[in-house]
C-alpha cells in the first residue's frame, strides 16, 4: 500500500481569528454559519478549516464574488519575466539540490468531462501504462540519473482515494510507493438560502473538493509538510498528474534555492487554445497576481481572453520552498487564497437540482502571499495537459515519444507546431467513445498539423495522417477506414 500520512496534532498556535457571521434572528441565537461548522465537524475536519471556509463563507453573505476586475490589475509587460532557459546556469546547483527535493502531484480529478467515473490519472496512455505508471517510473528515474531518492506524493480527493490505492497495491512489488494524502472538502452553499445544501438522495454530492488551493492546509493538517521537512525534503514542485511534461528541472531548482525564492510558477506563452486558462497579471504595487477565469466578471471576459493583452498563462507547475510555507502557516494562519465562487447545481448530473455555489481556490494563487515569489516563462514541452478526449489522442499518437526516464516530450522527428486536434464530441467525447473509433491506438500524426474528424469513423490499424485533414461521414451508418490508409487531404462521406 502507499504511505499513507495521518492528521498531526492541532494547536492553537497560528489559527485563524474566528470570522464575524451574519448574526441569526434574536430567537434562534445561532448564525447560518453554525449549521455549516456543525456539518464539518461531524465530519471530522480541522477546527482551522472550519474557520477558514467561515471566512469564504462571510464573503459570499457580504456579497463577495470573488471576481478581479480589471481596474485591480495590469498586464504584463513582454520581457519583465526570466525564462527557463536563461535559467541554464543555476542546473549545477539544482542537481546538488535533488536530495532535498519532493515530487507532488495532484491527483483528485475524475476527469468527468471525458465520461469517466474513476481516476483520470488511471487512463492508458502509451503502451498501456496510465499517467500514474509514467509518473511513478519518472520519480523512481531520479535515483538512477542522480543518485537521490527523491519522494513523490500524491494529492488525493475523496473520489480518487479509493481507485488509486488499488491501482498502487498492484505496483507495490516493482516500485517504492508515494506518500498520498488527502484533499479536504467543502459543503456546498444553497444559493436561494446561503445555508448548507442538502440533497438526500445521495449526501456525497452535498460536499465538493475545495480546489486544488487546498494543498497548503491539506499537507499541514495530515502531517506530510512537517514530515518532508524533518526528511531534509525542503523544496516541493508541484504540478498536475494530467501533465507529463511536468518533471523536476534542475535548473529551475537551482534557482529558487539558490536566490532564495519561497514560491515560483511556471507560466507560459497563451495561445488562443489557451484563452480560458488562468493568467499572470500584476497587481498595482508590481506585485504578481494570478486570475482565473470564474474570477473575471462577465462584462470583461473579451479581456480576459485577449492573448495580447494578458500573454502568460499558470502551467500549474509550482515550485515551493517548504520551510517558507510552514513560517507562513506559523505567523499568519492557513493561506487565505481569493475565493473562486462556483455557481453550479448540487447534481451536476442534474441541472433542475438545487442551486449551490462551490467555494473553491487555485494553488497558484498563493504567489500573491509570499514576499518575493516569482514567475518564470517556462517552455510549452513542460505543459502536455489532458482535458480532452483530443488533447488525449495527441498525448497517445507519435507526436509525442517517451524516453528511459518515462519523460514524455515532442517528437524530434516533427518538425511541426503542436498538433491541433478536434473530434466531435457526439462520436469522440468519452473516454469509452475514443475507445470504440481507435481500437488499435493512435494513428501516426507526427506528420500531420491538424486533424477534424466528424461523425462515426473508426480507424483502422497503422493509419498515417499528414497535413491538414479533416474525415466527415455525413451518413448514418459507421465508416471504417482500412489499415495502412496514408492520408493527406481531405475526406467526405455522404
Known amino acids: 500500500m502507499s504511505q499513507g500520512v495521518h492528521e498531526a496534532p492541532r494547536t492553537q498556535n497560528g489559527l485563524l481569528q474566528q470570522p464575524h457571521h451574519t448574526p441569526a434572528a434574536p430567537d434562534s441565537g445561532r448564525t447560518p454559519f453554525d449549521l455549516f461548522a456543525r456539518k ?38 513582454p520581457g519583465d ?63 538512477a ?21 488499488e491501482a498502487l497495491t498492484a505496483m507495490q512489488a516493482e516500485h517504492v510507493l508515494p506518500y498520498c494524502f488527502m484533499q479536504h472538502k467543502f459543503p456546498k452553499v444553497d444559493r436561494s438560502t446561503l445555508l448548507p445544501a442538502e440533497y438526500p438522495e445521495n449526501p456525497k454530492l452535498e460536499w465538493n473538493p475545495p480546489g486544488h488551493g ?32 511536468a518533471t523536476l528541472n534542475p535548473a529551475i531548482l537551482g534557482y529558487i534555492a539558490r536566490e532564495k525564492i519561497p514560491f515560483l510558477i511556471e507560466a507560459a506563452p497563451r495561445t488562443v487554445s489557451d484563452r480560458k486558462g488562468g493568467h499572470l497579471a500584476r497587481t498595482h504595487d508590481g506585485g504578481l497576481v ?60 442534474d441541472h433542475h437540482s438545487a442551486r449551490v455555489f462551490q467555494v473553491e481556490s487555485a494553488m497558484g494563487a498563493a504567489i500573491s502571499c509570499f514576499p518575493g515569489a516569482k514567475a518564470i516563462v517556462t517552455s510549452r514541452e513542460r505543459f502536455m495537459p489532458v482535458k480532452t478526449c483530443s488533447d488525449l489522442l495527441a498525448v497517445m499518437s507519435d507526436c509525442y515519444v517517451m524516453d528511459a526516464h518515462a519523460t514524455l516530450m515532442p517528437n524530434p522527428a516533427r ?5 491541433v486536434i478536434d473530434l466531435d464530441k457526439a462520436h469522440y467525447g468519452t473516454i469509452d467513445r475514443l475507445e470504440q473509433h481507435f481500437p488499435h491506438g493512435a494513428p501516426s500524426l507526427a506528420a500531420c498539423s491538424s486533424l477534424t474528424v466528424q461523425g462515426d469513423v473508426v480507424f483502422g490499424k497503422s ?32
Open 290 to 349: 494570478l486570475r482565473e477565469l470564474a474570477q473575471c466578471p462577465l462584462d470583461e471576459l473579451d479581456k480576459f481572453q485577449d492573448v495580447d493583452r494578458y500573454g502568460l498563462f499558470n502551467t500549474n507547475n509550482i515550485w515551493i520552498d517548504l520551510k517558507a510555507l510552514k513560517a507562513h502557516i506559523r505567523k499568519h494562519g492557513l493561506l487565505k487564497l481569493p475565493m473562486i465562487l462556483n455557481p453550479k447545481t448540487v447534481n451536476p448530473r
Open 81 to 143: 519575466l526570466p525564462t527557463i532557459d536563461s535559467l541554464a546556469g543555476y542546473a549545477a546547483h539544482g542537481k546538488r539540490m535533488i536530495p532535498h527535493a519532493v515530487v507532488i502531484k495532484l491527483n483528485g480529478g475524475l476527469g468527468t468531462s471525458m465520461g469517466m467515473t474513476y481516476a483520470k490519472s488511471l487512463i492508458p496512455v502509451r503502451d498501456g501504462l496510465t499517467f500514474l505508471d509514467i509518473i511513478v517510473r519518472q520519480t523512481a528515474s531520479l535515483k
Open 463 to 494: 493509419i498515417i495522417i499528414r497535413g491538414t485533414v479533416t474525415i466527415k461521414n455525413l451518413s448514418a451508418l459507421p465508416v471504417t477506414l482500412p489499415s495502412g490508409m496514408q492520408i493527406d487531404h481531405d475526406i467526405i462521406i455522404e
Open 40 to 77: 464539518m465537524a461531524a465530519h471530522n475536519l480541522p477546527r482551522q478549516l472550519v474557520a477558514l471556509f467561515g471566512s469564504y463563507y462571510d464573503e459570499i453573505v457580504r456579497n463577495h464574488t470573488g471576481l478581479m476586475p480589471e481596474g485591480d490589475i495590469a498586464p504584463i509587460v
Open 145 to 165: 540519473t542522480y543518485g537521490a531518492d527523491v519522494p513523490l506524493a500524491l494529492m488525493n480527493s475523496f473520489s480518487t482515494e479509493h481507485d488509486t490505492e
Open 415 to 419: 518538425l511541426l507546431p503542436p498538433v
Open 214 to 245: 487546498d494543498i497548503y492546509s491539506a499537507l499541514t493538517f495530515c502531517g506530510l509538510l512537517d514530515k518532508l521537512l524533518q526528511e531534509g525534503h525542503r523544496y516541493a514542485f508541484i504540478s498536475n498528474s494530467d501533465n507529463l511534461g
